[in-house]
């Protein structure tokens, strides 16, 4: 745990010492509710709860029968089981799977334009039907009274959202509880754009793989993206909260404002990795804070990592989610990565390529923590979930990126604008454009001197963002809230918002005042034309 | 140095504990530059100044030689000394009394518009000429060859300035240095207005006293007060440093750009006291890091605050800048104080009104701090000022505000929109308006409840403020800067900020695919007709 910095000036002599910065105020015995969302969320959710659970506090988790990740009670929670009528229910592993085949296939074999708006049309129904089974969680819980009595017996001090579904947002309007939100998604896309000002002229769109310098063109396309995003939230999206919110709220309750009226959002970012944009008082950034120093390997990896010698070794892993690519492109890799020196660790669960490599060692899970802190590491091919890219950056390690689903492609691009990552798409992969990239990320400095400096960066932080996360939760257990720092203005009426009354208001004065003038000038003109005309006659 | 916190609810059992939450990479021997503002301003940049000679780091403080406050060295600093021409040099406190009883003169005589035209002309005069003169200590520094040449030699780190004299901004880019500001005051107001996002719909502007939620006529006059500051800002601000640009930098480096493009910006702002509004990445706030706790009392002004009994003592100062009202309304607030149970310390360098009661006890200066930490006080009659605001935040003490100059107003109208202050304009004030004003803070317990919450609220903290300052001024010599921090969406044209090219060229399409399709139709329509005309000839 000892400190950490940058490179340092001539002039600075850098100690490295523990200095107490911090007097906090600690809660014990706080009462937490969560409303996670499944797959690598959870991972991050989860040790959020392990962590609240050893500062004291009692967590109790919502899940649906059919969890995928998020098991039945444990030592750290209890758990509410909500079962879902079959018809409503996803299979998210299964769903994620085809669901990225479908794409790849299309995309490799060079759809027409009408296969892709199918495709999209598809996922768009998936979108709509994936909020709907959240939704229903909420109708289950709301018509199971002896549930919220019991819940509103337990008196929760705050309701902890992943709000990627953002139901939870709704019981806790209900209980009248403050809100958490440990975010990254949210239903029009990247967290920020529910809460704090988002100009689209360097903000880049969500589902926008796109830097912060853009062009006209690019703007134009950045502008229709976010409108886009706006559509799909509005017409997708939030309609099935909105039901909700009528059915148990009244007219008077709008789920939006419901959304945005959270007292703090812990936003699984960090500016190393972001791009710098305006934020808000009540946003607080932990990305990174599942981040920790590795810890030794096993014997039999330890001696596999070892025997990779000078060469030293990668490690392929696509994530949580997805956890096989087509054979077509897994062998193109496979045959990339035979022709390498260095050894390789792959997470790999679908069928075995079988044109692999000695050097390559395929295992079903790995401890990636540990092994992106192994000195002998050189690259990590990764699919830039932010997991993944924050164990990366925190352990200075550059990236091969194959981005496939969601925010990966703008997440990669991030790190490709530092020069950090090498992206190649997995619609064009080849082994010879694969080898390449391998080896310019090995033989170019510049990718790992630039993962090291975003890394330095990354570490240097006033408080590690897993305690600042633990301590803006008990935050608002202490005052109920923090409504002195969310500005309400979410509530006006977009035209007020954007001064779009006062402007035209001020327009009119001045083309009045203008008028007026002008017409004063040309009157006093014509009368005195009119008088010097009978002089003239 | 105990923790702190709120209320806390049932279920909760609050711990104070010291937590070592932070891993701080302290740097020692780092060298600062230093460009402060005097008066007010000064007190708080030299806590900073004493805290980073504390941690090891050698200062160096630009001033004047007439500079009011800042000493020639000190044992925490050396100083660099600039010698003005004599028609260049102001007297700041005579400049400030003189203003003021200007000011309250015309108010209270119920002056014309031409005397209050005339008066605000006068101000931007003045203005403009604080402006001049801190231009001016640039060009004195930059046609000394020898002195630049001599602060080159000595390598420093990093430039520490009070942007509301901006000059250092150009001695640090032409030393190619990264900067940090301590800022409140920057040339078109708050600090905010040059880095953030500030929706005029809900952000007051500076000088504009109004709460963020406003009605229709406030938002226009908010509109034009951003409208008069940004022209302020445009015209009478900044063409001192524009000509100094221009002079030493040539045409391609904006001055306006060198101010926006500061690394980090240490804010003296605190969210219990400033209304929410959207902030960025590089700025940290830093409020009340001049707050600590009280000390005993010298025995004499214990011994006085003990004889109050149980009513009680009210402190009053009006600040560091203005030592003395006119004695019309000093004798009014004298005549006040002498009506009440308790006992009054009143900071006052003027005359002395002859009817002080027995318990007013006037003294040139006093331990503020240690006052407003004592249990036995009720009340704090204060300017304003946000160092004497804070402190009585820290201590919870409510205010009785009798606002005076600059940002005093907007101070302590926040505190009235958040029930903890009471406000008396002093044009207006009279022996009985100010003893209602005194009697409802000290008898209505709501004033001292919302102080103390505020208290509860501003001490709860992951870092403490001071802390907070000295880790950023330190991370940016650690990283030479904090470019990551920071957008550059500044540098864009305002057209393409807001995106107006875009919008105008999406409207134009939507236009153009309009009158395509209404034309074709109505060509459509056209031959339609023309074809049955025939047929019915």
Known sequence: KGGLCGKTGVSLVVVL???SLMTIPSVHGGKVLVFPVDGSHWVNMNLIIQSLHARGHEVTVVRTATSWYIKENAPHYRSITVSLPEAINIEEQDFFVTFLVKMLTIEREGGSLFSFVKFYWEMLGSLSKIHQQASFLGIKMFENKTLMQSIRDTRFDVVLIDPGLPV???VAHELKLPTVFNV???TSGEGHFVVAPCP???V?????AMSDKMNFGQRVKNMLYYLLNTCIDKFIVCPHYDRLVDRYFGPDVNFYHLLQGADIWLMRMDFVFEFPRPTMPNIAYIGGFQCKPSEPLSSELEEFVQSSGEHGFILMS???????LPLEITSEIAAAFAQIPQKVIWRHAGERPNNLGNNTL?????PQNDLLGHPKIKAFVAHGGTNGIYESIYHGVPIIGIPLLFDQFENILRLEVRGAAKVVQATELTRHNFLEAIEAVLHNPSYRNNMKRLSALHRDKPVPPLEMALYWIEFVMRHKGASHLRTESYRMQWYCYYSVDVICFLIAVLM??????????KFLCFRLCRKRKPKQE
Chains 1, 2 share one sequence.
Do not use: C, D, E, F
């Open 184 to 186: 990254r998604w949210i």
């Open 362 to 366: 395929l295992v079903k899970w790995m």
């Open 512 to 521: 009045t005042l203008t008028a007026i003038v002008v017409g004063s000038i």
């Open 318 to 324: 696509l994530g949580t989610l997805v956890q096989g």
């Open 17 to 19: 010492v523990s200095v």
């Open 204 to 208: 880049p769109a969500s589902r926008n």
């Open 168 to 170: 939870g947002v709704l």
């Open 200 to 202: 689209t002229s360097y």
